[in-house]
Each structure stands twice: as structure tokens, then as C-alpha cells.
């Protein structure tokens, strides 16, 4: 008969963007007397990257662990985001069962159902926790239903569809079995139990031989490369002669110099760990994800795992503007490669090539998400650097070019609903479902291209003027759509002087189209300064100065007012860009510009390129 280790579960939370799954964490952690009394603990805990902080989304995966009444139970934190799809399939593979978090007014969306799809694919059980039920507008009941049908699209099993409900308010600490709000009990008791019932214990396997599977990657200056994984069968020790089954078929043998436990938020030394243990391991240098630990004496790799390859990729370049290295601390090729090359080192679905020029890298990733928070932590550390427009990733499959499609989920009032459904099938969308949800909320669902989707947040925005919802993951690999698909309609107000923005020089062209910039920013020749009403490129003088005479006008004291302009985030600003423009990304500013500063050498790049056409 199988021994089990009744003493831990090993449990992964997804839930889409927001619906409060790092908030329940949070909870988990205080009621089960993690923390000291006196101990400081910071709101959503678990997002410890200041950009998730700041946005409110979880990037990288985390592990912490509660002890409730002598149970261990390890929660491995997911991103919800499809572009770090990647970490979620290695983290469902370390886990015994899932807790599905679903916002009691929202229900299930997009990468709800993304993360789910991959969980059921796996034979994981999942306890489903209807979270916020303390909302006025919770509809607990109707959400549940709502997780049922998901689960019988996803092609659930009759186990899976016998899934327990805990209805929960992360906020208020509460938990309960009933959907009733007003019969919420005072802590998490139900979620505890219901996890320590419902979800499998590992097998006790601890004397047969070692196999520890890398699931994720750390990394820190003092003891290089760390393996964060499971042991799956067997137990592993401090000092113990290993082999390192490579990915390649190779075979490297080390020694385990430290092994880490997780407890709370914080990683513990231990001395050794057995089956069914999350820990992190160092002492190999190049360790990668998929790789199996096991004896010298007994060499028995696990099923590499699999990892999601990049959709998505753009040139980052050495910053060569005018205003190169005036802001930035980091700026030259060999420390902007090193960085790149640093990601790598925990970054799995990212890739980092070199192309013809020693300042110029092109870095595939799994989505615009995924890019722009790369630039960002960039951008935060002090570096500076340029990159292009993003561009799909196109794959042959069984000799037919093929690009990547995505899923996409948008909730608008009524009164968009034409202008959005015109919009996505001018980017080549087809739509699946269109449900109306009595409430003056339709739900959309299409397939789009993903280049489709390239700059198309902002025009959304604008359609359903602040109030729509758009989710997409990606779906699959589809046969490329001829034509041109997406791509910005207008074109860019381009400077043709070097100098300061002034007042007046905005006044006499804000009637062209959108500036981007305020009074007194400092202008190359060649950088963008704003969105053209046309579909043209046109060059302005913003930097003009009024001319000085000594005519007395009647109207001299009155006050100039332009219009306010459109200061541009680092998304806003990928989004805009064009094949023949860069992005100049610093410390302190982010530019857009033309890739050829000067007109006229512009227009003579063009001519040829027409003539070549």
C-alpha cells in the first residue's frame, strides 16, 4: 500500500489579474501563525517586485509555506498574466492540486481559464474559493455555475467536476461554506480544512532513489544559480555527491552545497528534505529548469518540462541619440548585453540573440507585458537604451508560415459594441460569442492575430471611452492572414529643430494633431513630438520663439492656454511605434524618434525604398 506524507500539501493558486489571490495569501499567512505577533507584515506580501507592487499583478512565480494545526501546506503564488504562461505549466507540475480564485462580480475570465486549462491538463484537483463574496454586487451562485460550465468547455473529468465551493472575502479575513455573505465566519478555518482534505498528500517515496526536478530558477551573488523544485521521489542532504541529469543528455556530477525550505516569505537553510519537499537547491553552476537531480550510482531523469516558446520580438540598441548617455548610468554595449544575458539566467521563455552589429540584440519574449516590464526594470536600474517597433514571431509548422492567435475576452457597454466589432475585424479578428449580459454589458469574444493586437489598447480606449474591459492569451499557431493587419493609421509630428519646447511653437500646431510633450522639454531633430491627425509624417517647429517687436498689441497681457498634451506610459508609447521609428528608453525619460534623424536623408530612404517596391 502507497505511504503518504499526511504531514504536507502542495498547492498552486491561479486566479485571473485582481481577483484578490495575493490579498488571500496575505490571510492565509497571518491566521495560521506564521508571523510573530509584533512582526510587520506588508499589504499583498507575495508581490515583491516593485512594478507588481505598483500595478497590482503578479510577474514572477513565488513559493511561501503556512503551518495549519501540524500540516505544511506549500502555496505556490501564479502569474495571471498569459505572457508568463511559461512559469505557470512548470509550477502545475510541482503541485498536487489548485486553489481556483474567482472574483464573485466578475466570474471566470480569460487567463482564469488559461491557467485552469493547463491544471485540468495535469489531472489536478481544484477547490474553487468565490472570493469578495462581502461586495454588494457579489452574485456568488451564478459565478459558481459559471466555473461549472468553464470546467465542462475545458473538458474536465467527473472527479473535477465534484469540486468544493468556499465562498471567502480576502479583504475582511473570512471564509465560509455558504454563499450566504451574512454567514461568513470570522477567519479562514473552511479554506484550511478544505485544502487538507480535499487536495492529495504527496507519496511517501523517501527510500527509493533521489529524483528533485528544477521548476524554477533563482539567482543571487553569493551562490550563483538555484534550482527552486520538487522532490519527487527519495531525499536529497547538504553535502551529498549528486548527478545532474542535463537536458542535452549530458551528465554533470556536483555536490549539494545548501538546500533551502521555504516558511513564511522567508527561505531557511535545512540540512536535508525528502519526497513531496518544495525546497531550492545551489551548488550547480549551470543548472537549468527540467533538469533531474538524482544518485551518481542511480542516473533516472523525470519528463524534461516543457516551456512555452516566445511569440513576440524587438531590437534593443545602444542609445546613438542626440542625447545619449545624459541621464542613464548604464550605457554602453558589453553592461546593456550583460544585463540581457542576466535575464537569461532566470528568465526561461525569454531569448537573446546577437545580430550584425555589436550594439544591436534582438530579444524574443512571450508578450508586450513581458517585453515592457523587461524595459522597465531596464529603465529603473539605471540603464538606457533604444528599441524598435515589437514584431510577431512567424513559425513554419508542417511547411505553412504561421503566426501566433490569441483569445480575446472584452465586456463594453452597449453602445460600443459596433465601433469594436468594426475595429477587431479591421485588424483581421473573427468573432466566436457575443453574450449580452443584461446588465447594458455585451461580452465579446474573438480570435485575433496577435500583431492585431499591437497598439491596439489605446485605440480601444478611446472607442468605448474608458469603460471597456479587453483580456487576450494566447491561443495557438495559425496559418499567416494575407494583408496588413493593425498598424497605426496616423502619422507622427516630427521635429525638425534641436531646442526647447516653447508655448508658442505648440500654439502653432496643436491643430495638426496630438503633441506629446509640455512646454520647456528639450527636442532633438527627428524625434517625435506628436500624433499627426493624417495618416502623413509631417516635421514642425515646436521650439519656434515669438518674435520680439516693439508694436504694443491690445491683447499683450492675455494669457496663452494650449491644450493639454498626451504624456505617453512605456506601453503607450511600444504601441506607437512604427517600422521606421525607435524608442528611446532613459532613467528619467522615455522618446520617441524617427530610427533617421535627418529629413532629408528620411525622404531619400524612402524614395528608394518605394522605388524598390
Not at 56 to 78: M, S, W
Not at 213 to 240: P, W
Not at 420 to 425: R, T, V
Not at 558 to 582: C, G, H, M, Q, S
Request: charged fraction near 30%; aromatic fraction near 6%; include cysteine.
Amino acid at each position: 500500500m502507497t505511504k503518504l506524507r499526511e504531514d504536507i500539501r502542495n498547492i498552486a493558486i491561479i486566479a485571473h489579474v485582481d481577483h484578490g489571490k495575493t490579498t488571500l495569501v496575505d490571510q492565509l499567512l497571518k491566521q495560521s501563525g506564521t508571523f510573530r505577533t509584533n512582526e510587520h507584515v506588508e499589504e499583498r506580501a507575495m508581490d515583491s517586485n516593485d512594478i507588481e507592487r505598483e500595478r497590482g499583478i503578479t510577474i514572477l512565480a513565488k513559493n511561501t509555506a503556512v503551518n495549519y494545526e501540524g500540516t505544511r501546506i506549500n502555496i505556490l503564488d501564479t502569474p495571471g498574466h498569459a505572457d508568463f504562461g511559461g512559469e505557470v505549466e512548470r509550477i502545475l507540475k510541482m503541485v498536487d492540486g489548485v486553489l481556483l480564485v474567482v472574483d464573485a462580480y466578475e466570474g471566470c475570465m480569460p487567463q482564469t481559464r488559461f491557467v485552469l486549462k493547463k491544471a485540468l491538463e495535469q489531472k489536478l484537483t481544484p477547490i474553487v474559493v468565490v472570493n469578495k463574496v462581502d461586495k454588494d454586487s457579489a452574485r456568488p451562485d451564478e459565478v459558481v455555475d459559471e466555473v461549472v460550465d468553464l470546467l465542462i468547455e475545458l473538458g474536465a473529468d467527473e472527479d473535477q467536476l465534484e469540486f468544493p465551493v468556499v465562498f471567502a472575502s480576502g479583504v475582511n479575513g473570512t471564509a465560509s461554506l455558504d454563499s450566504d455573505p451574512s454567514k461568513q465566519e470570522e477567519n479562514m478555518k473552511s479554506l484550511f480544512e478544505s485544502i487538507i482534505e480535499h487536495i492529495p498528500a504527496p507519496q511517501d517515496t523517501t527510500e527509493e532513489p533521489l529524483q528533485f526536478q528544477v521548476a524554477l530558477l533563482d539567482y543571487n551573488d553569493f551562490v550563483g544559480r538555484i534550482g527552486i523544485g520538487r522532490v519527487f521521489r527519495g531525499k536529497i542532504h547538504v553535502g551529498q555527491q549528486v548527478a545532474l541529469m542535463k537536458l542535452d543528455g549530458s551528465v554533470k556530477n556536483f555536490r549539494v552545497t545548501k538546500i533551502f525550505g521555504f516558511f513564511g516569505l522567508k527561505r531557511e537553510e535545512i540540512q536535508e528534505a525528502y519526497s513531496g519537499d518544495l525546497i531550492a537547491v545551489s551548488g550547480m553552476e549551470e543548472i537549468n529548469v527540467g533538469e533531474t537531480v538524482c544518485p551518481v550510482e542511480h542516473q533516472e531523469a523525470l519528463t524534461p518540462l516543457r516551456i512555452d516558446e516566445p511569440t513576440l520580438q524587438m531590437t534593443f540598441l545602444v542609445n546613438n541619440s542626440p542625447f545619449a548617455g545624459r541621464e542613464g548610468k548604464w550605457i554602453t554595449s558589453r553592461k546593456i548585453e550583460e544585463r540581457l544575458r542576466s535575464q537569461l539566467q532566470t528568465d526561461v521563455s525569454l531569448r537573446v540573440e546577437d545580430t550584425d552589429s555589436p550594439d544591436a540584440w534582438i530579444v524574443s519574449g512571450r508578450g508586450e507585458l513581458h517585453l515592457s516590464i523587461l524595459i522597465e526594470n531596464m529603465r529603473r536600474e539605471g540603464y538606457e537604451l533604444q528599441v524598435s517597433k515589437p514584431q510577431v514571431i512567424i513559425r513554419e509548422i508542417d511547411g505553412v508560415k504561421s503566426e501566433p492567435i490569441e483569445r480575446v475576452q472584452i465586456d463594453v457597454p452597449e453602445d460600443s459594441v459596433g465601433s469594436i466589432i468594426e475595429s477587431l475585424g479591421n485588424r483581421k479578428g473573427e468573432m466566436l460569442d457575443m453574450i449580452n449580459e443584461g446588465n447594458g454589458q455585451v461580452r465579446l469574444i474573438f480570435m485575433v492575430p496577435a500583431r492585431g493586437l499591437i497598439g491596439y489598447t489605446t485605440e480601444f480606449m478611446s472607442l468605448t471611452k474608458g469603460f471597456g474591459i479587453i483580456n487576450h492569451t494566447f491561443d495557438s499557431y495559425q496559418p499567416v492572414v494575407a494583408g496588413r493587419v493593425g498598424g497605426r493609421h496616423q502619422g507622427a509630428l516630427v521635429s525638425m529643430e534641436t531646442g526647447k519646447a516653447t508655448t508658442y511653437g505648440m500654439m502653432q500646431i496643436e491643430d495638426r494633431g496630438t503633441l506629446f510633450v509640455e512646454p520647456g522639454t528639450e527636442i532633438y531633430e527627428g524625434m517625435i513630438v506628436g500624433e499627426n491627425n493624417r495618416d502623413n509624417d509631417i516635421t514642425v517647429n515646436i521650439t519656434k520663439m515669438k518674435q520680439k517687436t516693439n508694436v504694443r498689441s491690445a491683447t499683450k497681457d492675455a494669457t496663452n492656454v494650449i491644450k493639454r498634451p498626451r504624456i505617453l506610459t512605456l506601453e503607450e508609447a511600444l504601441e506607437f511605434l512604427d517600422e521606421d521609428e525607435y524608442l528611446e528608453v532613459t532613467p528619467e525619460s522615455i522618446r520617441l524618434r524617427k530610427q533617421v534623424l535627418d529629413k532629408n536623408e528620411r525622404e531619400k530612404q524612402a524614395k528608394k525604398k518605394k522605388f524598390a517596391e
